[in-house]
């Protein structure tokens, strides 16, 4: 693994948005890892956007391209602890703990985070 990857930076990926859907592209035959909580969020907002049969598919190719990690006990208390002192989403946080934890830096455009690029090691990919 090389990189964390968040919601953000997957749909941009799927909506072919550049350049971060370039750098997305390049990372995914290295299996970057991503939160199951942030995979989650892509399948929500696909569900909502283009119906649950499309998120269902969509979802289940990313699998094959991704290194999922599980929501555990420890990884549920870091983001906990992440969102206790920063202002974001508590899925936000599962994607910064998840980073932080395999010690590879987040990739993602989404404001929220970007703002902590001087805590966290995070590349801007917009």
């Not at 909580?37 to 998120?55: M, P, Q």
């Amino acid at each position: 693994m090389n990189a964390c990857l968040d919601s953000w930076a997957v749909l941009r990926w799927l909506e072919g948005v550049e350049p971060a859907a370039g750098r997305v592209e390049e990372l995914l035959p290295r299996r970057p890892i991503m939160s199951w909580i942030n995979l989650g969020e892509v399948w929500y907002v696909l569900a909502r956007e283009v119906g649950r049969e499309s998120a269902e598919t969509t979802v289940g190719h990313l699998r094959h391209h991704l290194t999922l990690d599980d929501a555990t006990p420890e990884r549920v208390l870091q983001a906990a602890a992440i969102k206790a002192v920063h202002p974001l989403a508590y899925a936000d946080a599962f994607a910064l703990a998840t980073a932080a934890a395999h010690e590879v830096p987040l990739l993602t455009g989404d404001p929220e985070i970007l703002a902590l690029s001087g805590v966290w090691p995070i590349e801007d990919i917009r």
